[in-house]
């Protein structure tokens, strides 16, 4: 059966999905959002049906729902998270929400995450810095090393990618 679902009921069930999964409810809402605004632009290869793919690795603990992304390295223009194998859409805002921060103060920063997982649609964090009037990229390396295909030996699915995202902000001066 098919069917239509409204913006709000979709957010909502989605992030009553999580919280049954175990995330504290703002990363629920974060998460699902993040997923609902991939689906609602059409990419939906980084939507709403990730949602039994998520479910899934909570419930094998591949993803850990409670975890805190932890600063592993921080400057004036940088910060490296670790999401603690946990949600990458967690991470992931905590990352950009920092970048921000220093990009306002100095003009410029650099962000990254390590040992997250799947964090959704890109664009959904490089968009956090318009709202503050900065530019950003919001990429997730894949490809190959030396001839081999880079990807996360602990990531289950393939499809999941690495581990490792980069984001970078910087003010505009005008």
């Keep these: 059966m098919q069917g239509t679902a409204s913006h709000d009921v979709l957010l909502r069930f989605c992030s009553a ?38 479910a899934d ?20 223009v940088h910060v490296l998270l670790d999401g603690g194998d946990g949600v990458g859409q967690v991470a992931t805002a905590e990352a950009m929400r920092r970048v921000i921060a220093k990009a306002r103060d100095s003009g410029l920063a650099v962000g990254g995450v390590r040992n997250s997982n799947h964090f959704g649609a890109a664009a959904y964090f490089a968009m956090m810095a318009l709202e503050h009037g900065m530019a950003a990229a919001a990429p997730s390396p894949q490809g190959t090393l030396n001839g081999k295909r880079f990807e996360s030996i602990r990531d289950a699915d393939p499809e999941v990618g690495p581990r490792l995202e980069l984001y970078a902000a910087g003010a505009y001066l005008w």
């Design 17 to 54: 999905c999580f919280v049954k999964l175990g995330m504290p409810s703002e990363d629920a809402a974060l998460t699902a959002d993040n997923l609902v605004f991939a689906s609602l632009r059409g990419v939906d290869s980084h939507g709403v049906m990730r949602m039994k793919i998520y």
């Design 57 to 76: 690795r909570m419930r094998a603990r591949g993803t850990d729902p409670r975890a805190r992304p932890r600063v592993l390295s921080e400057s004036a």
